[in-house]
């Protein structure tokens, strides 16, 4: 049966993508789990970061469920829903305001390119493989899931993915912007949980702020008065006093997201 399982351990969530025998192949109620997962966790302030891997270390995932293709995306109609629940997954993860990294072995091709793109890290096995080759399938990408991984990468890798249907090896797929880190395959775990736990040692405010400024400099419109003086909400949070204090008595700062 296939899953989007969540477990929170302290300050870590966990989403995992699980497909048995399909390499963690995404099927349309995996997309739907996907989302309310994102919701429970965009609700609950006591996570500070989230980390999405696939089951097993073959695949993070290996693309789209393409059995239910058949009857499930048959019809323009069935197209539009279908799809519009992928975006809708992708988007919550891209909204999510707590920091997101992808822990990748293996397959990362179609769907799960797309679920790695709109992280905010991802760390990469050495053999990891990346790709989107649906042009051999007959099928273009929607629109509302090519959107994560043009803002990623830029037009001219995704025109690269997307018209030649290569698969990318983890250095190449690192050397065109798509991975923030290559690592040997048996540190890939242990390194994508060291990134969680630095994560989770900062302030977790100062941490949404800055996914949210990211995102709205990205915009190209220059801030306006009212935006510059928000930026200095810092001011008036505990966590600014305790991090100012921690470093003048040369202690490591304790920080409550307040």
């Given amino acids: 049966m296939s899953t989007v399982?969540?477990?929170?351990?302290?300050?870590?969530?966990?989403?995992t993508?699980?497909?048995?025998?399909?390499?963690?192949?995404?099927?349309?109620?995996?997309?739907?789990?996907l989302a309310e997962n994102m919701a429970k966790i965009t609700g609950d302030?006591?996570?500070?970061?989230?980390?999405?891997?696939?089951?097993?270390?073959?695949?993070?995932?290996?693309g789209g469920d393409l059995?239910?293709?058949?009857?499930?995306?048959?019809?323009?109609?069935?197209?539009?829903?279908?799809?519009?629940?992928?975006?809708?997954?992708?988007?919550?993860?891209?909204?999510?305001?707590?920091?997101?990294v992808a822990l990748i072995q293996g397959a990362c091709i179609g769907g799960g390119l797309e679920i790695a793109g709109v992280c905010d890290l991802r760390i990469s096995g050495e053999s990891a493989?990346?790709?989107?080759?649906?042009?051999?399938?007959g099928f273009s990408m929607?629109?509302?899931?090519?959107?994560?991984?043009?803002?990623?990468?830029?037009?001219?890798?995704?025109?690269?993915?997307?018209l030649e249907g290569r698969i990318l090896t983890a250095t190449e797929a690192y050397?065109?912007?798509l991975?923030?880190?290559?690592?040997?395959?048996?540190?890939?775990v242990d390194e994508a949980y060291a990134t969680a736990r630095r994560i989770c040692a900062g302030a977790p405010l100062v941490a949404s702020w800055h996914k949210q400024w990211i995102r709205r400099l990205q915009s190209g419109r220059p801030l306006n008065d009212e935006e510059k003086a928000a930026s200095f909400a810092f001011l008036d949070t505990e966590d600014y006093k305790e991090g100012l204090a921690a470093f003048l008595a040369k202690r490591k700062p304790v920080f409550k997201g307040c």
């Fill in 45 to 62: 302030h006591r996570i500070r970061c989230v980390v999405m891997r696939g089951a097993g270390h073959e695949a993070f995932a290996a």
């Fill in 179 to 188: 991975v923030s880190r290559v690592v040997p395959d048996a540190q890939c």
């Fill in 67 to 100: 059995e239910e293709f058949v009857t499930g995306r048959a019809t323009l109609d069935q197209a539009l829903h279908y799809h519009g629940q992928v975006a809708a997954a992708l988007n919550a993860i891209a909204d999510c305001p707590h920091p997101t």
């Fill in 17 to 33: 993508l699980d497909n048995p025998g399909k390499l963690n192949a995404i099927d349309l109620g995996m997309w739907q789990q």
């Fill in 142 to 162: 929607y629109p509302g899931e090519m959107e994560g991984l043009l803002k990623l990468a830029g037009p001219a890798v995704i025109k690269e993915i997307l």
């Fill in 129 to 137: 493989r990346f790709g989107a080759p649906i042009n051999k399938l």
């Fill in 175 to 177: 050397e065109k912007g």
């Fill in 5 to 15: 399982d969540l477990d929170i351990n302290g300050e870590i969530a966990t989403l």
